[in-house]
């Protein structure tokens, strides 16, 4: 059974910083691409940032040099370092694991409020 467990997410001030994890089971871990996730009220889910199985990396441009995805294979985990924290980068943030595509899983999503 596949499971990815998201957890870091909160409440923090504008300029403030955040390191979400994700922690994978149930897969062969460093055959997935790894993403980064979100969705605000009223808006669609859309990537945030993107890890390859061979940690090449690509980010949505509004977060490009505030945040920073990275991958442990040796702990099945996935983080997203976000600094800078605005506003607008409240969502709800999800974990995605892709191969292909027949294989595509979600995490249940962790809360992040940015907020004075």
């Known amino acids: 059974q596949v499971q990815l467990v998201e957890s870091g997410g909160g409440l923090v001030q504008p300029g403030g910083s955040l390191r979400l994890s994700c922690a994978a089971s149930?897969?062969?871990?460093?055959?997935?691409?790894m993403g980064w996730y979100r969705q605000a009220p009223g808006k669609q889910r859309e990537l945030v940032a993107f890890?390859?199985?061979?940690?090449?990396?690509n980010y949505e441009e509004s977060v490009k040099g505030r945040f920073t995805i990275s991958r442990d294979n040796a702990k099945s985990m996935v983080y997203l370092q976000m600094n800078s924290l605005k506003p607008e980068d409240t969502a709800v943030y999800f974990c995605?694991?892709?191969?292909?595509?027949?294989?595509?899983?979600w995490g249940q999503g962790t809360q992040v409020t940015v907020s004075s």
């Open positions: 995605n694991a892709a191969l292909g595509y027949n294989y595509n899983y």
């Open positions: 149930g897969i062969v871990f460093s055959a997935y691409g």
């Open positions: 890890i390859t199985s061979g940690e090449r990396t």
